[in-house]
């Protein structure tokens, strides 16, 4: 059981490649929203994709938190290792009525918005391996939350589709180990980028089935390029810099960036004097929740 009464936070990047200043933002929004609540702060290393991930990539993720001071307070968590614990989730789900095999591939099913849920009542092609999917047509609909800086959200689960659970090569996919993992280390509040703010319906979906606690969610304004897409490592978002002056630069982008009026003279500070400013300056209510485009005319965040 989840003592809700004691904060506890997290920030679980994908080592597909270095932080880049979007991951910057939001690593740092999760921290100072735990740190301004006398909570902990976790990190999770979300490495079930060995393609997506290239050696050493998880270590300079967790080299560059540092070199920012976002320290975090317990043994980082592997996602790569929790390959039983999620098993067992999916195993609960099939006895539930609620995950079924699918054979079937994107490109049989193209022409349509979402998956149309060909093998929920059997497998099409029995030959064929099998990914293993959520039934979002199940349980309590439609799902409803509220979101700590967006408000009331319901979605229907249904209209989203059935999610993928397990791949086809036997790859645990992000929606379930992303609520097991957050129940196994008792995360009462997930502070993340708006991008994610559609997937909660399936992850509290999955929560009630599998009887696991509910965080409380804050969704943060993405950060975008002047082109108005997000900044990702897919647009090829340049690396954080780790040399003190520009990681000082960076860090205080990052407070400006989350809308949190450092006073400029904050700027040449070192990083723990800049935390210890945001973290005793934190609000929320300050947070502006339209995405947040990069300045041409500051000097570049990646340089």
């Known amino acids: 059981m989840i003592d809700f009464a004691r904060y506890r936070g997290r920030f679980a990047p994908t080592p597909s490649g270095p932080l880049h200043f979007g991951s910057l933002v939001a690593a740092l929004g999760s921290y100072l929203d735990a740190r301004a609540a006398d909570g902990q702060w976790l ?38 290792t929790r390959g039983d614990a999620y098993q067992q989730a999916l195993d609960q789900l099939v006895q539930l009525g609620l995950a ?35 039934r979002s047509d199940r349980g ?33 996919a992000y929606q379930l180990a992303v609520v097991v993992d957050d129940a196994e280390q008792q995360i009462t509040d997930v502070v993340r980028g708006l991008d994610l703010l559609d997937n909660t319906p399936w992850q509290r979906q999955l929560q009630s089935a599998l009887q696991l606690p509910q965080p409380r969610y804050l969704h943060l304004p993405l950060i975008v390029t002047a082109e108005g897409q997000k900044l990702s490592k897919q647009n090829l978002a340049p690396a954080l810099a780790e040399d003190e002056q520009k990681v000082r630069q960076q860090l205080f982008q990052a407070l400006e960036a989350l809308d949190q009026a450092p006073p400029q003279e904050l700027a040449s500070e070192p990083s723990a004097t800049q935390l210890h400013w945001a973290v005793a300056n934190w609000s929320l209510a300050r947070l502006n929740p339209t995405a947040h485009r990069l300045n041409p005319s500051s000097p570049p965040v990646g340089d």
């Open 100 to 134: 079924y095999p699918c054979s079937c591939s994107r490109k049989q099913w193209q022409a349509f918005v979402i998956y149309p849920g060909w093998c929920r009542d059997g497998v099409c092609d029995a030959n064929k391996p099998v990914a293993w999917r959520l």
């Open 43 to 80: 990190v999770r290393i979300e490495d079930i994709d060995p393609p997506r991930c290239p050696e050493g990539a998880a270590s300079t993720i967790l080299r560059q938190l540092e070199t920012f001071g976002l320290e975090w307070d317990e043994a980082v968590m592997w996602q790569h």
């Open 140 to 172: 309590e609909r439609p799902i409803r939350w509220q979101d700590r800086l967006f408000g009331e959200q319901q979605f229907d689960p249904a209209e989203l589709g059935d999610v993928v659970l397990k791949r086809k090569d036997d790859l645990w």
